[in-house]
């Protein structure tokens, strides 16, 4: 069974970084493309980033570009979130997901066709 787990969140100070990380379990990371949400409480789930497989062509929303930085280590079948320079409008429960398909229109348009969600990770921005 496909399985994703995210660990790497925590309390922050502004300007901060940290690195999430998600391991992913039941199925061959690098034949699928693989993304990042983040959602905090009253609002939707927000598409973050997205790496594709293939060619590895990355995909940022335009909140967190310069800052944020996706990668993927298929031998080890883990993907990471590099976020840097963090801001007070960061803070959210930070997810992980993949469809599944080797594109990233699951991150970039919406996320109903995901197959695998992760439990989640809570980042916390405060001095």
């Known amino acids: 069974q496909e399985q994703l787990v995210e660990s790497g969140g925590g309390l922050v100070q502004p300007g901060g970084s940290l690195r999430l990380s998600c391991a992913a379990s039941g199925f061959t990371l690098d034949y699928y493309s693989m993304g990042w949400f983040r959602q905090v409480p009253g609002k939707e789930r927000e598409g973050v980033s997205c790496?594709?497989?293939?060619?590895?062509?990355?995909y940022y929303t335009d909140a967190v570009k310069g800052r944020f930085t996706i990668s993927r280590d298929n031998d080890k079948n883990m993907l990471y979130l590099q976020m840097n320079s963090l801001k007070p409008e960061d803070p959210a429960v930070y997810y992980c997901?993949?469809?599944?398909?080797?594109?990233?229109?699951?991150?970039?348009?919406?996320?109903?066709?995901?197959?695998?969600w992760g439990q989640g990770t809570l980042v916390t921005v405060s001095s």
């Open positions: 790496i594709s497989a293939g060619d590895e062509s990355t």
């Open positions: 997901a993949t469809d599944l398909t080797v594109g990233c229109q699951f991150v970039e348009r919406s996320s109903l066709t995901v197959e695998v």
